[in-house]
């Protein structure tokens, strides 16, 4: 199997909570949007600094959801093209990301995260 789907499912299961499949199919789509804006390997976005938390984290792991929900991902695209950020507003700290993420448009809020576009 592609190492793509291994690392984006890994990247699910550490930032996404598997219980919600819409928020695990719009984190997904952040990385997939990402990679085709900046035109980055799947490796360079979710390991870009400060960017995915998770993925320093020991749930940065493949469970069967999260390889599910990355093959969904890596077979049907996006659920959204235009997102490319996201934060969970329980625990977010940096204000000066959440000031920024205010002044961009709000496309999905689910009960955890949410994501913006550009």
Known sequence: MNKNVYLLAKLINSEANIDYIDDALYIGSVVLNRMRIRNKTMSEIVHEPNQFTGAT??????????????????????????????????????????????????????????????
């Open 57 to 118: 984290t020991v749930h940065f792991k493949v469970t069967p959801r999260s390889l599910e929900i990355a093959k969904k991902l890596m077979s049907t695209g996006t659920v959204n093209r235009n997102v490319v950020y996201f934060y969970n507003p329980s625990t977010a700290t940096n204000t000066r990301f959440i000031n920024r993420m205010n002044s961009k448009t709000l496309v999905y809020s689910s009960k955890f995260h949410n994501f913006f576009k550009d």
